[in-house]
Structure formats: C-alpha cells, structure tokens
C-alpha cells in the first residue's frame, strides 16, 4: 500500500534514527557501569540519565503519540521528564541501571519502527514528510552532543578515539562584506526543521562585515597576552563580575606551564594548544570581551544566518552556505567523525556565495541575539522545546560543532545556551557595522 516515493522516505528515517542509535552506544557502552551512573559534572546528567530520557521520548512521541499505541512504561515518566528535576539531582533519582536503560531504549526503539512501517508519513503534522521521526531522531542527536561534552568533562584516560580533523591554512580576506538589505530568515518550507525556525520571515539587515573563518586559538592566544582577562573595560559588567568569581584566566580546559607554552585537554588527552584552530569552549561573555578587544562586536542572529545563507546572485536564502544539498565530509566537520574543529581553511567546499567559512560544524558560534521566536512563532508540538526559553537568560548559537549530526544542523538551525557555559563546543567569529553608502 505504500508509494515508491513514501518508501524511500521511510527508509531515510530508518537511517537517521539508526545512526542516531548507533552514537548513543558509541558513546555509552564505551564506559562501565560505575561510570555511565556518576556525574562527572553538576551542570550535566549521569550518562544513564540521558540513555533512558532518549527512551522514553521516543516512546511518549512516537509509540504513545504517533503509534497510539498503549505506553510502555509510563512509571518512567516523571523521572526522565528534564523539567521535573534538576541536573543535579538527577544522580538522586531511583535511575534504570546501565542494562535495563539499554533495553528499555531498544524496546521502545523496536516499537518505534514498527509505529513508522504502518505510517502514511503523511496526514497530521506529526507525521508529514516523517516530522515526528525526524524531531525525535534530532533529540537523540542533541543529547548525544550532550553526552559528548559530558566525555569531555569527564576525568580519567580517553575512551572515545577518532582520526584528527583535516589540517588546513587560510588565505583569504580577514573579513567579507555582506551589503545591506532583505534576506529571508527562517523557514517554512524544510519539513524537518523545528518550530523555533519558523516561520520565514523578512529581515532587511544593513551592510556589515563578518569574519571569514571563526576566531582561532592564535588571535585568542592575543588576546590573553594583551591582558584581555585582566582589563575589566573589555568586559560586560556581568562578565566581568563572573569571570572575576570564577577566577577564569583562559577558555574552558586549556592550562599554562611554567614556560609559558598553552596546553588543552580533550576526552582525556592533553596536547599543546594548535594556532590554526577554531578556540573553544569560551562562554559568551569571553567571546564578547574578544570582541570588544578586537574592536568589532560579535554579529547579530540575522547578520550570521544572511552570511550562512543568502545568494545574492539569485536574491534567495539556501538551506546551507555552499547551497540546498545535505552536508558531505568535504563541506563541514560535523557528526563527531574527528573530535575536533579543523584547521581554519580546511572547509573551501563548504564556503559562502560570499566567501564566509566554516560556518557550518567544527565550532557552535556565539551570537549576540538573546532567544526570542520569530514573528508568527508557533510552538510544535510542544512548547517546553523552545518556547518556555524565550526571553530568559540565553544567547542564540548557530553552525553546530563538530559533535553535531548533520540531522540536526542546517542554516536556520538555532541553538541557544546561557552566557556563562562553556562546556559546550562553543566558539564564535567576529563582525563590525559598515558605513552605510549614500
Ligand atoms: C537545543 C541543545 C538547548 O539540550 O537543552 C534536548 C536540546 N531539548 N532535549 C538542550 C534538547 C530537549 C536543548 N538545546
Ligand atoms: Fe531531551
């Protein structure tokens, strides 16, 4: 009963939620027992903890929602609810073990497919184009990411490996004009994309220049040298006031030995600071103060996405910098093949009708733009994904990082954190008002 073109769809979800699945056990069944339990950090859950909530979203989503059909656990429902409890009390909490969250993920999972082989993918707007599939497979890709940075702030030798990132050398202009006027934001029109992309809307935005790669560990590395962590003029007063509290002297993981080289610990390696890299692991308020330093700022939401997205030769936005076509390993480093960003330049395939780089993966870029929806917002289809975010303490992200799976990264994708995380693979480029031309 079903159309060749509906199959095809079906067997492409199929592939995102597998692989979605597949990284899940990449980074979990690589810990013992006593590991995937612990918190390895206040600010994030035990590994367990992510495992089961994968669960038992799908089963709320998928199996009860799409399905109809009769919950499987639902006495789990309140303990992987992240709006019933804290990070930091999550480790108090009566958790499934290692094995049953396992089987519990692949029970749902099994029923899951089962739910999408007797769907039309099409009829209500959960099930359209597979949209309920995909939001639930991007989920899984979210918390993964999660589970990376966990990794990352965990102690103790490495457990996850991966070839190093492409090298590469920038050669290019510094900074790219973007002219001013109209770019169309957003979307209405990617079936996959989640609410707080929507709806397509116009933003006329004025002439500026933006930072042809993201800001690399060498010009951070001048920065620090320049007393950028000891001058409270270069800091908001809120930044200043938190790094001061913090004692914070450089980005997230990186230290300095007694003569003065700059080392950086990643998943339980340590290895000298590399200049041509995208830095990471800086909060917003680091950012902002780079920037200020620089004497630029950093660009708006709508300034990134027109630099990520419009073409000026055919006056249109794309679904990424180099056009509508999915990303491939010569365009982005994304999908934690290399658990690093790449050299600035490695990426020329993945550049900008205008010449912008490596907007796209290696690092999630810091905005200035707090998280608001766009005009005509509609929460779907449920408000607690972004709506109860909008106008609290966040800062917007954009790009994805090099732990972002594809599924869940595009030109409109947006990410939003508060300004003082920096466990996340958080980067940012630089931007500074044009003149206008008269
Ligand atoms: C979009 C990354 C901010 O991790 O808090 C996961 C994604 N939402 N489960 C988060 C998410 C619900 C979200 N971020
Ligand atoms: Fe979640």
């Not at 993964?144 to 050398?169: F, I, K, N, S, V």
């Not at 962590?229 to 002297?249: C, S, V």
């Not at 290399?338 to 330049?345: F, R, S, T, Y």
């Amino acid at each position: 009963p079903h159309s060749a073109d509906t199959d095809d769809l079906r067997s492409r979800i199929a592939a995102v939620l597998t692989r979605a699945r597949d990284r899940t056990r990449a980074l979990t069944d690589c810990l013992d027992d006593t590991e995937l339990m612990a918190q390895h950090s206040r600010i994030m859950s035990p590994l367990v903890w992510d495992l089961a909530h994968i669960g038992s979203q799908e089963e709320l989503w998928l199996v009860r929602d799409v399905g109809g059909r009769d919950p499987l656990r639902p006495d789990l429902d309140d303990m992987y609810d992240a709006f019933k409890h804290a990070r930091s009390d999550r480790p108090a909490l009566p958790l499934l073990d290692p094995a049953a969250a396992r089987g519990y993920a692949a029970t749902v999972r099994d029923k899951a497919l089962d739910v999408l082989d007797h769907s039309r993918l099409s009829g209500n707007a959960l099930e359209r184009d597979g949209f309920a599939f995909a939001m639930i497979a991007q989920h899984e890709q979210q918390h993964d990411e999660t589970m990376l940075a966990t990794h990352q702030l965990r102690a103790g030798a490495a457990a996850l490996t991966a070839p190093p990132a492409p090298r590469g050398e920038y050669r290019g202009p510094v900074e790219i004009t973007v002219p001013a006027g109209p770019f169309a934001m957003g979307t209405d029109t990617d079936p996959w994309a989640l609410d707080n992309e929507r709806p397509a809307h116009v933003v006329d935005v004025p002439a500026f220049a933006i930072d042809a790669v993201p800001v690399t560990n060498a010009r951070f590395l001048e920065f620090i040298a320049d007393g950028g962590y000891q001058r409270p003029e270069l800091w908001t007063e809120r930044g200043w006031a938190h790094r001061t509290a913090e004692g914070i002297t450089a980005p997230r993981f990186w230290e300095r030995d007694t003569d003065g080289t700059w080392w950086r610990r990643r998943f339980g390696t340590t290895a000298a600071v590399r200049p041509q890299q995208p830095v990471v692991h800086v909060s917003w308020f680091e950012a902002d103060a780079f920037a200020r330093w620089a004497g630029r700022r950093l660009p708006t939401e709508a300034e990134w996405e027109k630099a990520a997205r419009f073409d000026p030769a055919a006056g249109r936005s794309r679904r990424f910098p180099w056009g509508d076509d999915d990303p491939t390993p010569d365009r982005a480093n994304l999908g934690q093949r290399h658990l690093e960003p790449a050299d600035v330049g490695a990426y020329p395939a993945g550049a900008s009708p205008l010449g912008v780089q490596q907007l796209i993966g290696d690092v999630w870029e810091w905005t200035s733009s707090e998280f608001h929806g766009y005009p005509g917002f509609a929460a779907f289809p449920y408000r607690e994904y972004s709506e109860v975010f909008f106008g609290g303490d966040y800062r917007v992200l954009r790009g994805g990082s090099f732990g972002t799976d594809e599924v869940a990264c595009r030109g409109t994708f947006r990410n939003w954190d508060h300004p003082i995380r920096r466990q996340i693979f958080s980067g940012f480029r630089c931007a500074r008002t044009l003149p206008e031309r008269r």
